[in-house]
């Protein structure tokens, strides 16, 4: 099948409620179907090619007030207008699976949070770095182990096991049997 012609679902408006459980991602009042590169680049205009970007992940069971008072604080240090913090939903059908049924292990989490530094100047580089690790430290009292997959940045190999906890053994063996010269080593790794 061509990438081309696969379709993406998009849900605007309808919350963290049924219509994002049955079709995805959720941002304002409209049901549609669009085609997956153009999903892919819908943010292009504002997230151009050569941005500097820094990210830090992780997952959080429960939005207490001490962390959303954290979350506060470190959004009144943004360090540039790009920059900026997500929290994606765990819900639905997710938590229907064991955690050893694929290779997501996180299963029982309810929300993951992504705090993003970006800024166009290479000069600010540190400036968005030191923010996002500032930002992730102060949530790790209210963060759980692990992070999603697709929201980590080139990690140390003990991160990338965390990601998938007790599943990273049996990944491991499939890694040996399917791809023992470790050929698939870009991201993140899951050496053979």
Do not use: C
Not at 96 to 111: G, I, P, Q, S, V
Not at 134 to 157: C, L
Not at 171 to 184: G, H, R, S, T
């Amino acid at each position: 099948m061509e990438t081309g012609s696969l379709k993406a679902k998009i849900t605007l408006g309808g919350g963290i409620g049924y219509l994002s459980r049955k079709a995805g991602l959720t941002i304002d009042s409209l049901v549609g179907e669009m085609s997956v590169p153009a999903m892919n680049s819908m943010f292009d205009a504002v997230y151009p090619k050569g941005m500097q970007w820094y990210w830090k992940a992780h997952y959080v069971s429960e939005l207490t007030e001490e962390a959303i008072e954290t979350n506060i604080k470190h959004a009144a240090r943004i360090p540039s207008l790009l920059s900026t913090m997500h929290y994606y939903p765990i819900d639905g059908r997710v938590h229907d699976l064991k955690e050893e049924e694929t290779a997501w292990y996180n299963r029982d989490k309810r929300w993951i949070q992504l705090i993003v530094g970006i800024d166009p100047d290479p000069a600010n580089k540190e400036r968005i770095t030191h923010w996002s690790r500032q930002y992730d430290d102060a949530m790790a009292p209210f963060a759980r182990h692990g992070a999603y997959i697709n929201f980590m940045m080139k990690e140390a190999d003990e991160n990338v096991k965390a990601a998938f906890g007790n599943n990273y053994q049996r990944l491991v063996k499939v890694k040996k049997k399917y791809d023992p010269e470790n050929f698939f080593h870009v991201n993140q790794n899951i050496r053979p």
